[in-house]
């Protein structure tokens, strides 16, 4: 089944939710902001992704500045920054089987549907 980690106040989120919506395809709604990921969850994600966890992380965002920016981070501190202010994911993120996309631009996710 198709999964949508979805934040429903971000604009790029709301595109991709239209487009899995669109797609007439089973999908799940994960709001990871209030049902935040477990860590073995977030390494999947990763993986899935074929990414660093750095390269999932929202750098913008005032918890990373306030608490991590400037640190040399392992990539399961990073994971553990994301479960303790999953703000910083990315997003949206769809995963369809095996394969995973951050849906920026929101277009990219039907290169998975």
């Known amino acids: 089944m198709i999964k949508i980690y979805h934040n429903p106040r971000c604009s790029k989120s709301r595109s991709g939710l239209e487009i899995v919506e669109k797609s007439g395809k089973e999908f799940e709604v994960i709001p990871y902001l209030k049902n935040p990921l477990t860590k073995e969850e977030l390494k999947e994600v990763v993986k899935l992704l074929n990414i660093s966890a750095d390269a999932l992380i929202r750098k913008n965002e005032a918890d990373w500045k306030n608490n991590f920016r400037g640190k040399d981070l392992t990539e399961d501190q990073l994971i553990e920054a ?32």
């Open 82 to 113: 994301m479960i303790a202010f999953p703000k910083l994911i990315e997003r949206p993120i769809v995963v369809n089987g095996k394969k995973a996309v951050i849906g920026r631009p929101p277009e990219k996710i039907s290169e998975i549907l």
